[in-house]
């Protein structure tokens, strides 16, 4: 009987343990911040479900997003950040724009990954 529950036990804990993701590490974070920034700092607008906004908007909006995954612990990668926050619109599915004076207008999936392949180089 003792022996059951303790099988019982490390097969609860597995299951457990094998679900759950792992918070995302110092550097991702430093990484989603950076990216995150990286917009705000900039002169750029942002295009969401067919509306332009301001840097400080668009900041916002994604810091919003990040805080959710991170609750949801469905972020643990800049990448995945870009794919699931950054990309496109949760309620329409639409993907995000982002024009920067002198830019050719772009993906903000592009925009973002080509930052963060920058902060990565550096």
Same mark, same amino acid.
């Given at each position: 009987?003792?022996?059951? %529950?303790?099988?019982?036990?490390?097969?609860?804990?597995?299951?457990? *343990?094998?679900?759950?993701?792992?918070?995302?590490? #110092?550097?991702?974070?430093?990484?989603?911040?950076?990216?995150?920034?990286?917009?705000?700092?900039? *002169?750029?607008?942002?295009?969401?479900?067919?509306?332009? &906004? =301001?840097?400080?908007?668009?900041?916002? &909006?994604?810091?919003?997003?990040? =805080?959710? %995954? %991170?609750?949801? =612990?469905?972020?643990?990668?800049?990448?995945?950040?870009?794919?699931?926050?950054?990309?496109?619109?949760?309620?329409?599915?639409?993907?995000?724009?982002?024009?920067?004076?002198?830019?050719? #207008?772009?993906?903000?999936?592009?925009?973002?990954?080509?930052?963060?392949?920058? %902060?990565?180089?550096?």
């Amino acid at each position: 009987m003792k022996i059951r %529950l303790i099988l019982a036990m490390a097969i609860a804990q597995t299951a457990l *343990t094998g679900s759950a993701t792992a918070a995302p590490s #110092e550097a991702a974070r430093g990484e989603i911040e950076s990216l995150i920034g990286a917009l705000d700092g900039s *002169t750029c607008r942002f295009q969401r479900n067919g509306s332009w &906004h =301001d840097a400080a908007e668009a900041r916002a &909006h994604l810091q919003r997003k990040y =805080d959710y %995954l %991170l609750k949801k =612990d469905k972020v643990d990668t800049a990448e995945q950040f870009i794919e699931r926050a950054a990309s496109r619109s949760s309620m329409s599915g639409k993907p995000y724009r982002i024009a920067c004076p002198g830019q050719p #207008e772009q993906t903000a999936a592009s925009w973002f990954g080509a930052r963060l392949q920058a %902060l990565r180089t550096r």
